[in-house]
């Protein structure tokens, strides 16, 4: 069974930054499409970013887009979610999942394999 571990959330004052990292446990992530979703409490989850197994191509929520930073280093297995500028309204579980068919689109219903999630608060 395909598992990712999901890290590096915390609490952040507005204006601050965090890196999440998911990591693949007992497989290699390089041939997988990679997104990042986010649910915050009360919402519906929402696709924040996704990249392709080579790292060449991303796909960004608009809310996100400049603030957002998605790589992947397949030498290490992980993928990555550089957050800056945080805001109160990015305050959320994020999750990572995988999109076995590449579609690149920010839609949870083509993803599987989900990780536990990492809790991102922003707020001062």
């Known amino acids: 069974q395909l598992q990712l571990v999901e890290s590096g959330g915390g609490l952040v004052q507005p204006g601050g930054s965090l890196r999440l990292s998911c990591a693949a446990s007992g497989f290699s992530l390089e041939h997988y499409a990679i997104g990042w979703f986010r649910q915050a409490p009360g919402k519906e989850r929402e696709g924040v970013s996704c990249?392709?197994?080579?790292?060449?191509?991303?796909n960004y929520l608009d809310s996100v887009k400049g603030r957002f930073t998605i790589s992947r280093d397949n030498a290490k297995n992980t993928v990555y979610l550089q957050m800056n500028n945080l805001k109160p309204e990015d305050t959320a579980i994020y999750y990572c999942?995988?999109?076995?068919?590449?579609?690149?689109?920010?839609?949870?219903?083509?993803?599987?394999?989900w990780g536990q999630g990492t809790q991102v608060t922003v707020s001062s």
């Open positions: 999942a995988i999109d076995r068919r590449a579609t690149m689109r920010l839609d949870d219903a083509r993803y599987d394999s």
């Open positions: 990249i392709n197994s080579s790292g060449l191509r991303t």
